[in-house]
């Protein structure tokens, strides 16, 4: 799948880590966590971030990072602490708000009416007792609270703001993120009378037509939510036609035209494609009819344009048909052109998301037109244009990098490709390099780190055309690093130095080698460039360089000559030291590698070994420096001590050994004045805590066993006071690098630890409840996997606590993003994978637990929570398999039932499911093929399981390959000779 870039900037400066994680391709929910709910409905409209920030690539980016983080059990630092949607929607209270009534401050109850108004109150008081009232009042009696929500939302006569905030509660009543909450809500909705159904849809369509497009827009999220429900089951058929008459009905004001093309855009967004697959038609000629140019109000224009943005997978098979796909493009293309910069800006991000859903069909449109309008757009003087027509080439390039990576893939299995790349990128490079070169030198004056700018994202886009065009984009970049390299206008020297950092992703190593030889010793002098940007890009380039070249880097004299240097500039800009700081720890990875190589094992010394120590003394000062929260320096630094910690050979262990001790000092004396710090101090030794507990568990691994178990007492009582401050609301915000340490811990010395298990467990089970701090409950279940896997029956006493904990985790957390139930998940069955048959009195409740969150919900949630249930269940069946009573073969009979839909509609997601998830698939066919042999062959002798295995034999080095290889054996053998484990083992 498509390699991920994660963003760093550093003093305006952005650069690349090119870690390949696995690809969820529409990754909507981990965007939303990081930005709030920028990408929630309640929201549109009234977000703060500009209309072309790379929404789609960080939601890509995001959602792989986070999955391979929690995967590898890596701590993450941000906790989420979710405050109640009705307090972040985009509807500002009114200024003139009224404070309680006298007789509601005397305890009378709230009405309705009174609750709805004040939901929203800047008063926190009085927002508390109006939830708790409208909580009151749906739970006594659902169906009319409902109907009166609709009531007020109707209510034309009312203020806008009080429709707003009913509308808002009538959506929450009936909807959630959470999928658990979901259905349970959905549930009562379907419980309702259908003439007050009826009723109550009236109203809501009645809505629509209010004189202000804000209030249209919350009453189209009523509609759609409605609608969604209902659709699904099969109902309310007449609501999409009735809204796409009113947008193609002449008589019809803009602002109900606008309101009913949204509701069509929430619906196709969120909608199961069955469900409203036969109003395809209807739907597409409404969103066309809304975007066409004769079309005189911009703002219906600019709303059909975003429902189809929100609903271009819907379309899919309408591409398909060349005449519909022609309609499609031409307004989109006509939204372009247009004079409003929005309505522009929202036709490119249409390009851009229909480059990445249909890029097959794209040929005809390319050369004629998409790349004339990024070219044009890249030409813009406004901002927000230039970036969405960098994003057009951004996705192309990432099309046509997955589709090189399958082509290869396929070629070394001896098949063919099912797709092919038309090479769109290589074709354009004498038009769209030089405009891009041009960007780069659009640097602003002065650059905020967090600001997205032109040079920026030219940057970024021309890595990626690197990538894609390979050493075919140097003769474009060549002349114009040669000719601005001394260049005395600063701009055109930094963007020389970035051109040349950024095509260093395109050519072979032999001629990246040659090329980077000849330019090396120049870069290397603009580190003394007097321009602090340039030197920033110095540094960076030659980080790059360290990552991409280390046996060049190694070379003695050019080691000699570059670690001074970059030494000295340690001291340098915050932005500039930071990349220092990554091409230290790069460096001295890659001696250590080279060294490492010839021998096997840890070497007795290398190059950096004269001055490992002062290097590190640096190092740890570097982040202390008052500016080192700037320009990610202090993380940087810190990263780099552990590249050295790692890196550490035999001569150089006694530094590891002091620094050990440093490290567990700084930690103690934080911990003992903690209680004397400012809110301020708390934060800024918090940092620090993080950074230490995240080094110590390096420092804790290489160690000899014997200096571990030295400290090993003190890590625990350290580890043990941090989570105890939490527990007591004195956070210094490092518990999960606590307990990080105290899993690596485990691992190493299993025996030294059991010891302490009774004094941390309280502390354990205290994590696994503090639901919203993600990252520390996801720590927490990383560590009960760990302490299970080590110690099995022998801490079965603990189990039955940590299965209530983890399975509360799942059914009671609202985690729309899926940032903690999937780990959970695993955990459950990691922990019965280690208990084996000892985990049988916890089958039942684990197996209902698995069926009530295994529910369809947002793409990237579904997929993530899928593959973790597929793992767990095949935990599950282990502990079962060796048990033939007829209790346990019933059970597993329940289990197979349960399973193999879950593994169809695994088969249906092959594109964007992970590796792992084809491996756990062919983990349980093996294993359902154990248990109940020939009997299971109708079940899972399918085409789309021999096509899912036959995925799996092309993962070249992983695991999924053995085991999807085994299982189409075990099939084969199974269907010749009735029995699959023993045949293949003959």
Partial sequence: MIRRYVLRRCSGKTFLSTNPFPALLSASSIARFFLGDLFSKSSQGSSSYPSVFPFARVKKIFSRFLHAVFARGFSFRQTFRPSSLLSRCAISFRSDSRPLPEAMEQGQPMDLKNAVEYLLS???????????????????????????????????????????????????AISSKDVAVKLQREAAWRAISPAARNHIKQNILSALASEHAVMGRSAAQCVACVALIELAQNEWLEVIPQLVANVENPACGSVLKQSCLETIGYICEDAIFNSISQFAAVILRALVCGMRKDELSTETRLV????????????????????????????????????????????????????????????????????????????????????????IWCTVCDE??????????????????????????????????????QLLTRQPDLDDADDWSPSKAAAVCLMLIAECAGAEVLPHVAPFVASNIVNTDWRFRDAACVAFGAVLEGPDET????????????????????????RDSAAWVISKICRSLPQLMTERVR????????????????????NVCSALGTLVQAAFDETQRSIKATPETFAFSPIFADIMEQLFNTTIRGDSAQSNLRTAAFTAIGDFVSCAPNDCYASVQKYTVQLLEQIRGTLAKEQSLSAHERQQYGDYCQHFFTLLQLCLKRLTPVDRTQVTDATVQMCCQMLALH????????????????????????????????????????A???????????????LVSEICCHYEASVMHLVPL???????LITQLNDPSGLVKPHAIRTLGDVALSMGQHFYPFTVKSFECLRSIAQPQDTDVWILTLDAVLDASFGLFKCLELDRSESRQSMLREGAGFIIPLMTTATGLIAEIPDGCIGNCAQLMSALFKTFGREMLPAVDRPEFHVLLDRGKQLRGTSTRKFCSLTLKELKCLKETGSGMEAVAR
């Fill in 122 to 172: 800047p008063d926190a008081a009085a927002q508390k007792l109006a939830e708790q009232t409208l909580s009151t009042l749906l739970t006594r009696d659902f169906e009319r609270s409902v109907v009166q929500l609709s009531e007020i939302v109707k209510a034309h006569g009312a203020s806008d703001t009080l429709r707003q905030s009913a509308a808002l509660a009538f959506k929450n």
């Fill in 400 to 437: 046509e990098n997955q589709l090189d990576q399958e082509a290869h893939a396929a070629k070394e299995s001896g098949q063919v490709a099912s797709r092919k790349s038309y090479n769109f990128i290589v074709q354009q490079l004498p038009y769209v390099a030089p405009t891009l070169l």
């Fill in 768 to 782: 696994l409840t503090c639901h919203y701090e993600h990252s520390m409950v996801n720590a927490a279940l990383s």
């Fill in 304 to 391: 059909a344009t975003s429902a189809l943005y929100n609903s271009v997978d819907f379309f899919g098979a309408n591409f398909q048909d060349e005449a519909k796909r022609n309609e499609i493009m031409s307004v989109v293309c006509e939204c372009t052109q247009s004079e409003d910069s929005r309505l522009k800006v929202k036709g490119l991000q249409c390009i851009v998301r229909i480059v990445q859903c249909h890029y097959d069909f794209m040929q005809p449109y390319m050369q004629q037109a998409l790349f004339p309008i990024a070219i044009q757009a890249m030409s813009s003087d406004t901002t927000e244009v230039v970036l969405q027509g960098l994003e």
């Fill in 559 to 578: 080691f000699f000559k570059t670690v001074p240097v970059l030494r000295e500039n340690l001291s340098g800009a915050p932005g500039v030291a930071a």
């Fill in 802 to 808: 940590y299965v209530d904990h983890i399975i509360a």
């Fill in 727 to 766: 527990q007591a609301h004195r956070s210094l915000t490092a518990e999960p690098e606590a307990l990080f340490c105290l899993q690596v811990l485990v691992d190493l010395h299993p025996d030294d630890f059991f010891k302490y298990l009774e004094q941390l467990n309280p502390l354990i089970l205290f």
């Fill in 511 to 534: 001629l990246l080698m040659e090329m980077v030889s000849q330019a090396y010793d120049f870069l290397l002098s603009m580190l003394t460039d007097p321009c602090v940007a340039v």
